[in-house]
């Protein structure tokens, strides 16, 4: 080859990805780098936005119990709901994968479905359901006897949870799903062979397999927990917030946009370092599942 | 008394018969193969002495017991699978501890029943490996220890080397043969291999969509096929149209220009089935002419178009001169070298 052929193959990857390169820098790194920017900015109820550096925004957020409090309630939401979608999806998964061809398609139709609705529709429905004294299910249950007063669901952190891991399910269900996919279809024939009874099959032999898909889900549903905005925002209301309906509220209504900023960059950086972490820990941990 | 007997086994999937009558008794220490295309119900049969499936009708006894009525799990037999089926998270030695483990035996013994399983099959060293560290024949053989060290009552193996190259499953067929022989297990094996069959067992059955079509000797069901199904099926062979004639005496069987004192029993249109190396060039027989002539080192292939159809003839390279293609030969063979059969349909 060439010394200017050579030249043109080397260049060709980039001249490729250039369009996809160029929408990623323009719609991705240059506004995130400008929000970062922006946290160090100052901010005044009657001057607006100052252009200069300043460690205000963080300052706050670091001495405020407030936003220690807010960041907790996130996390805190965002872990129990990862646990809530593990324990109910990774049987889901597996029940799914041991049915037969038309009903298991069936069952996925079913679990994927509500992926096609939006996210605020889904949450308004569990409101429908279970908001205050016009809540369908406690209209029923008090109608019943069962309860004498509304059930709390609305504005409450257990709503909140229970609505977000019904929105969550489906990342958790499919990835546990793509994890049994690599299971060896004789491999539970093999255990039971070797006289291994179905609880220590599941507890042995499943389970230690699928546990990367479980974590790689628990990885998913925990970084979209934590930065959901939509279920906290109708669920949480104004009572009850979270990171990003905080920072959404600082933009949109204090305009207080470099507060918004330094909440919204610290919620990125916490969660790109737990990820980042929990993922390293994890592939170490996995080394000879993942081969 | 057999040690495993299958009586009258049958199993159905919705109407579809996949096995059909099958009946077999196994003598302890026996190495039976079960020899078929794909689809014969082999797999199907070998999974319902494992207990994966249950029979539809008939029964399966394991020393006089009904083993049909004891789950899997305590059916205390060793199963190697086409893939191995091996525990990913597990290393060799946890692997073939694993059934120890579950049977209870203490950790001392154990650990030293695992080390020696491992030595058998010729991985002392490997214990701490990962199977997806290992090649293809190093898992093969993990698996054959997981599946030994329990001390089975019948080792089942099912396509065990057919995910191995050439030369490798041909040292595995060897290494399992010895293995076998040394410590007697009762071991059936399902293969389609013929030739892996022949090496390996006192026994084979033959089968074919689903039904036995003969139980014997790897020589008798070489030299003796039962149908035209075993005698295609193990190894090549020439059918020849050929008649038996009953009007003069004595009796005749021809074919073509060749003919031999017709065998009793048997009047009118038969087939002969002639193995190709027991065939000879002479100066009278079948007559035929060379089409192609192959060289494969130890023998000749010859491939002829005879008076009565196609036919293979394979002679040892002895230093003779043979004859070259397109010269016209007759093909002789003795009479004890051919099996006669009734021609179907005619």
């Known amino acids: 080859m060439s010394a200017a052929a050579e030249e043109r193959s080397a260049r060709a990857p980039w001249a490729l990805t250039a369009p996809a390169l160029m929408l990623f820098v323009g719609v991705l790194l240059i506004p995130l780098a400008m929000t970062v920017m922006l946290s160090f900015h100052d901010w005044g109820q009657y001057k607006g936005i100052e252009p200069v550096f300043i460690l205000k925004n963080w300052h706050e957020i670091a001495t405020d119990p407030y936003y220690a409090e807010m960041f907790w309630r996130t996390f805190r939401i965002a872990i129990l709901t990862t646990l809530l979608t593990a324990l109910l999806g990774a049987p889901e998964a597996y029940i799914l994968n041991r049915m037969s061809g038309r009903w298991k398609s069936f069952f996925l139709l079913v679990i994927l479905g509500p992926l096609l609705i939006s996210v605020v529709a889904r949450t308004l429905g569990w409101a429908l359901l279970f908001g205050g004294n016009n809540g369908l299910v406690n209209k029923l249950l008090m109608s019943l006897g069962a309860i004498r007063s509304p059930l709390p669901f609305m504005f409450t952190e257990t709503g909140m949870v229970i609505a977000l891991a019904h929105v969550m399910m489906p990342f958790m269900v499919l990835s546990v799903w793509a994890a049994l996919q690599r299971l060896d279809p004789q491999i539970e024939n093999a255990a039971m062979s070797l006289g291994a009874g179905p609880a220590t099959i599941i507890r042995r032999i499943v389970m230690p397999q699928i546990m990367p898909g479980v974590l790689s889900g628990a990885i998913i549903v925990f970084s979209l927990s934590a930065s959901a905005f939509a279920t906290p925002a109708i669920i949480g209301g104004r009572r009850l917030k979270v990171a990003a309906t905080l920072a959404y509220d600082e933009f949109l209504n204090t305009l207080n946009w470099p507060l918004g900023a330094a909440v919204a960059t610290l919620l990125l950086v916490a969660l790109v370092l737990i990820v980042v972490g929990s993922n390293a820990l994890i592939e170490r941990r996995y080394a000879e599942v993942f081969r | ?346």
């Open chain 2, 1 to 346: 008394m057999a040690y495993l007997e299958l009586d009258r086994v049958a199993k159905q999937f919705g109407t579809q018969t996949v096995v059909d009558d099958f009946s077999l008794s196994v003598g302890k220490g026996e190495f039976i193969s079960f020899l078929g295309p794909s689809g014969c119900g082999k797999t199907t049969t070998l999974q319902m002495i494992a207990g994966f499936l249950d029979p539809t009708r008939g029964a399966i006894r394991l020393e006089g017991k009904d083993l049909t009525a004891i789950h899997p799990a305590k059916r205390g037999l060793g199963i190697v699978f086409q893939s191995y089926a091996l525990f990913p998270h597990m290393t060799a030695a946890e692997n073939v501890a694993f059934g120890l483990e579950m049977r209870g035996v203490p950790r001392g013994e154990r650990a030293e029943r695992v080390r020696a399983a491992l030595a058998m099959v010729g991985l002392a060293g490997y214990e701490d490996r990962h199977p997806r560290r290992m090649s293809g024949g190093q898992q093969q053989r993990v698996a054959l220890a997981r599946a030994l060290v329990i001390k089975p009552s019948v080792l089942l193996l099912d396509e065990p080397l057919s995910n191995l190259d050439a030369k490798l499953r041909e040292e595995m067929q060897i290494e399992l043969r010895q293995i076998q022989r040394t410590i007697g297990t009762t071991t059936i094996l399902v293969t389609h291999d013929q030739n892996e069959a022949m090496s390996l067992s006192d026994r084979i059955v033959v089968m074919s969509q689903g039904k036995i079509e003969q139980i014997g000797t790897p020589q008798e069901t070489y030299e003796k096929p039962a149908s035209a199904f075993v005698s295609q099926f193990l190894g090549k062979t020439n059918d020849f149209a050929a008649t038996i004639d009953r009007t003069v005496s004595p009796t005749q069987l021809v074919a073509g220009s060749w003919r031999a004192p017709a065998p009793a029993g048997l009047s009118g249109p038969v087939t002969v089935s002639v193995r190709p190396e027991r065939i000879g060039f002479d100066d009278a027989g079948l007559t035929a002419k060379i089409v192609t002539r192959i060289f494969q080192g130890n023998h000749w292939l010859f491939q002829c178009e005879s008076e009565c159809g196609p036919a293979i003839v394979i002679r040892q390279n002895d230093g003779q001169a043979q004859p070259g293609e397109g010269e016209a030969v007759h093909l002789t063979w003795r009479p004890e070298d051919m099996s006669v059969r009734a021609r179907a349909g005619a």
